[in-house]
C-alpha cells in the first residue's frame, strides 16, 4: 500500500481557508485518495475522496494533479469545531485491502 | 451513509479478565472487517483483518492468542482480549468496508471506538 506523508500540525485561524496537502509518490494505478477526520475518542469520519482532478463536497474540496503523487484537501472558512487529525489515505477499491493510516495532521483552529 | 456500529463504547475491567467488543455493520454486508488499536496522540494501528467464516489475519507483533477474533456472520465481527493487563488499555476501533465495490473507490466506515480501561 502506497505510503503517506502529511504534515505532522497545522494552526489556523478561524473563517480561514485550510489547505492540507499529502504526499504519495508510489500511489498505484488503481489508487483513491481518500481522506478522514477524526476527533479525539471517536472513530474516523469520511470527508472526501477522489482519483484524479478536483472533487468537492459539502464539506472540503480536494485536489489532484495530473501525476496523482500528491494531494490537497482544502477545508473553506474553518471554524472551531474543523479542529481534528485529518488523515490522507490511499489504496485500491478492493473491499478485502484495509486502510492503513499514516501519522496524520493535527489541525488547530484558534478564535 | 454506511454505519457501523461498535459496542460498547467504553468499559472497565480487571487485570486477568476477558473483555469482548462487537463490531456490526448496520446496512451493508461487509465480507471483511478490519481492527485497529489507537494508542493516546498516536496514530490508529492495523492489528488484523477479520474474514467472514475464516480465520483472522494478524498483524505482525500483534499475539493472536491474546486478541481474538471471530467474524461469524456477514454483519458482525467481535474483537476479545484475553486475559487483560494494563498495558492492553487502549482505544479499538474497527472498519468495514462494503463487500460489493460500488466503483467509488474504498469506501470504509469506522465504528465509534471503544476506550478500554485495564485496571
Known amino acids: 500500500l502506497a505510503k503517506t506523508t502529511q504534515p505532522i500540525s497545522m494552526d489556523s485561524y478561524e473563517g480561514q481557508e485550510v489547505n492540507i496537502t499529502c504526499s504519495h509518490n508510489n500511489i498505484a494505478t488503481n489508487d483513491y485518495i481518500t481522506w478522514y477526520q477524526q476527533f479525539p475518542s471517536q472513530g474516523p469520519r469520511f470527508i472526501i475522496q477522489?482519483?484524479?482532478t478536483k472533487v468537492t463536497n459539502e464539506v472540503a474540496s480536494l485536489f489532484i494533479p495530473a501525476d496523482r503523487k500528491s494531494s490537497t484537501l482544502s477545508l473553506p472558512r474553518v471554524s472551531l469545531s474543523d479542529t481534528a487529525v485529518y488523515y490522507c489515505?490511499?489504496?485500491?477499491?478492493?473491499?478485502?485491502?484495509?486502510?492503513?493510516f499514516g501519522k496524520g495532521t493535527r489541525l488547530s483552529v484558534i478564535a | 451513509g454506511a454505519v457501523v456500529s461498535q459496542h460498547p463504547s467504553w468499559v472497565i475491567c480487571k487485570s486477568g479478565t476477558s473483555v469482548k467488543i462487537e463490531c456490526r455493520s448496520l446496512?451493508?454486508?461487509?465480507?471483511?472487517m478490519f481492527w485497529y488499536r489507537q494508542f493516546p496522540k498516536q496514530s490508529l494501528m492495523l492489528m488484523a483483518t477479520s474474514n467472514e467464516g475464516s480465520k483472522a489475519t494478524y498483524e505482525q507483533g500483534v499475539e493472536k492468542d491474546k486478541f481474538l477474533i471471530n467474524h461469524a456472520s456477514l454483519t458482525l465481527s467481535t474483537l476479545t482480549v484475553t486475559s487483560a493487563h494494563p498495558e492492553d488499555s487502549s482505544f479499538y476501533i474497527c472498519?468495514?468496508?462494503?463487500?460489493?465495490?460500488?466503483?467509488?473507490?474504498?469506501?470504509?466506515?469506522f465504528g465509534q471506538g471503544t476506550r478500554l480501561t485495564v485496571v
Open positions: 489515505l490511499v489504496g485500491p477499491s478492493s473491499g478485502n485491502t484495509p486502510l492503513v
Open positions: 477522489g482519483y484524479k
Open positions: 472498519s468495514a468496508r462494503p463487500t460489493r465495490d460500488r466503483g467509488r473507490g474504498p469506501e470504509a466506515f
Open positions: 446496512d451493508f454486508q461487509a465480507t471483511t
